[in-house]
């Protein structure tokens, strides 16, 4: 069933996307991403010898600090700052440089709704901007739905005001910075399928989160289409960054 949504959109429509990498100098990687009037910036600053307290040396480490366009850090954006470490670590190979630590910083330029999944994909864009080998892309999307029990998707700061949950949802796509060390060890994995990361907010039957499932995965398709075709047309002239 169609619904009016207040931009226009059906359910299923995405907000106009815009893509850049290399944005900031100082960074070894960089990338903006929007979605509508929702724009994150992403700085990808390593890998630098060592790793943070409680962290696996045998491995590489990455940390995630949250910049909220004003005001302090909350719990919030605390969680989003797990969340977004967690789904870094599986999609990055740990066991490339080891006993080192990458950092990523997110900077909130403004929030219009599904302000998470659009730091994700700045994320993962900032990291191919930097050359750190992955297992895989990313892409991320909010489900959402409404107290009428109709499922949307990439909602605005207006309809999450009104929504009676969401998920954010994160599926793997293609590699795309691997090393050739490692290649031997993911031959075979299923790329294509599967999901990286799935979060969930409020009160939502189970035939609803898997109605979001299925909505979600059916419209990374075009996310990861416009996330290839970004990739290769800002592909960089330093070898030593991935593209």
């Known amino acids: 069933m169609d619904i009016d949504r207040a931009d ?6 995405l ?21 509508g009037e929702t724009k994150v910036i992403a700085a990808v600053y390593g890998p630098k010898a060592g790793t943070n307290k409680n962290e696996n040396p045998e491995k590489a480490c990455f940390e995630v600090i949250w910049k909220p366009k004003t005001g302090q850090i909350g719990k919030a954006e605390k969680e989003y700052e797990m ?32 302000l998470l999944p659009c730091a994700i ?19 991320a999307i909010c489900c959402c739905v409404s107290q009428n029990g109709h499922v ?23 590699i795309i910075s691997l090393p ?22 409020g009160v939502m039957p189970v035939e609803d989160y898997f109605h979001c499932l299925d909505r979600g995965r059916a419209a990374t398709s075009k996310l990861s ?16 960054k991935a593209g």
């Open 83 to 114: 969340i977004l470490k967690r789904t870094v670590q599986s999609i990055c190979l740990s066991n490339v440089n080891p006993n080192t630590t990458t950092s990523i910083i997110i900077q909130v330029v403004h929030d219009d709704g599904a």
């Open 152 to 174: 949307i998707l990439d909602p605005n700061k207006l309809e999450e005001q009104t929504l009676k949950a969401f998920a954010y949802l994160v599926f793997p796509n293609s």
């Open 15 to 35: 907000r106009p996307l815009a893509c850049s990498r290399n944005v900031l100098n100082r960074a070894h990687g960089s990338a903006s991403w929007s979605q």
């Open 8 to 13: 226009g959109r059906t359910a299923n429509q």
């Open 225 to 240: 289409d416009f996330l290839r075709k970004n990739l290769h047309l800002q592909t960089p002239n330093n070898p030593s």
């Open 121 to 139: 994909n700045a994320a993962c864009t900032a990291l191919v901007d930097a050359g750190i080998p992955l297992k895989h892309l990313a892409v």
């Open 180 to 201: 050739s060390e490692a290649s031997s060890k993911l031959r075979g994995e299923p790329l294509e399928q599967g999901i990286i990361t799935s979060v969930t907010q």
